[in-house]
């Protein structure tokens, strides 16, 4: 037996996908098709998916960090935290990735038609919402569109086709590959810097960027954690200064880099800016700020997990 998800990302986030397919292990996989990016997961019932999805696994997140990894300069590829609508699909056999990927291709072209559920909450039949939804989600296919726009599925498709920005850059299928492999074994806390460094890609794409400059400390903050619990130091600046000086070896004006960022979280970041809007003001150019430092704390948590496995 085998269960198929496939995402559709929510349209209404400012967002930059790359063009290319990407398939992790046969059940991890992105693709794109008639301009609209999709997400898969296939879990089976083998010993390589349930390495794949133990419990709580962020394999979204790593899959889409793994191709900011791919391109660590300025974010060149962003992606909606979210998403639109859902195909779901289960099966007595397993399922195959390519077999996957070509119903879907037959599913939004309308060749293929599934049950479709959107919110019957909104409709003449809210009284009996609940029965419907369950019925319709014991379904073996259906696409869940219930958070979706409530439009018929045709009219969605040609909409949705219209709505995203895929960028024509190439990436490396294979070094998202082995980034993604790196990342699969990592302790929780290198996730949650994951989590906070895609934030931040996404934030300064879209020039939100005290806040992608808040993100970019908190991805910081989950290394340094990491850190201290595996050595114990208490001390946070000495903390820092004995990983990127000794453990990693980093160059000196590195180092410096590094300090003035944590000490900006702490000063600036962490505070309100009471002398904003005067000639004063401790934050005069955050677009600077988060340009400089993104690639950098991109750099500190791919070589602190090389550390880590060393």
């Known amino acids: 037996m085998a269960v198929a998800k496939v995402e559709i990302f929510d349209p209404r986030y400012i ?32 010993e390589e998916s349930e390495k794949l999805f133990s419990p709580f696994l962020p394999t979204r997140e790593l899959l889409q960090a793994s191709i900011l990894f791919s391109k660590k300069q300025f974010p060149t590829f962003t992606f909606s ?14 399922i195959a990735y390519e077999q996957l990927m070509a119903k879907i291709k037959y599913i939004v072209d309308g060749n293929e038609k599934i049950p479709l559920l959107y919110d019957v909450y909104k409709t003449p039949q809210a009284a009996d919402a609940s029965k419907i939804i369950d019925k319709i989600r014991q379904e073996k296919e259906y696409i869940d569109l219930f958070h979706s726009w409530q439009i018929p599925f045709p009219d969605l498709v040609d909409l949705l086709s219209k709505s995203f920005d895929i960028l024509e850059f190439d990436i490396e299928p294979s070094l998202v590959e082995s980034y993604y492999h790196l990342l699969l074994g990592c302790p929780r806390s290198i ?4 989590h906070y460094i895609i934030n931040a890609a996404r934030l300064i794409c879209t020039y939100f960027t005290e806040d992608a400059a808040i993100n970019l400390n908190l991805a910081s903050e989950a290394i340094i954690k990491d850190y201290q ?7 946070k600046k000495k903390a820092v200064e004995k990983l990127l000086s000794e453990d990693l070896k980093f160059a000196e004006e590195k180092v410096d880099w590094y300090i003035e960022l944590y000490e900006a979280r702490n000063i600036f970041l962490a505070h309100i800016d009471e002398d904003m809007f005067t000639s004063t003001q401790n934050i005069s150019d955050p677009d600077a700020y988060c340009y400089d430092h993104y690639e950098d704390v991109v750099d500190l948590i791919i070589e602190y997990i090389k550390f880590t496995k060393r």
Request: hydrophobic share 35%; glycine share 6%; charged share 10%.
């Open 15 to 46: 967002t930059h996908y790359p063009w290319q397919n990407i398939i992790m292990s046969g059940k991890i996989g992105y693709f794109v098709y008639r301009q609209i990016p999709f997400y898969f997961e296939i879990h089976s019932n083998t």
């Open 81 to 94: 935290p979210i998403s639109h609508a859902e195909i779901h699909i289960v099966s007595d056999d397993e």
């Open 191 to 194: 996730h949650i810097a994951l």
């Open 229 to 235: 619990n595996a050595t114990g130091i208490q001390n």
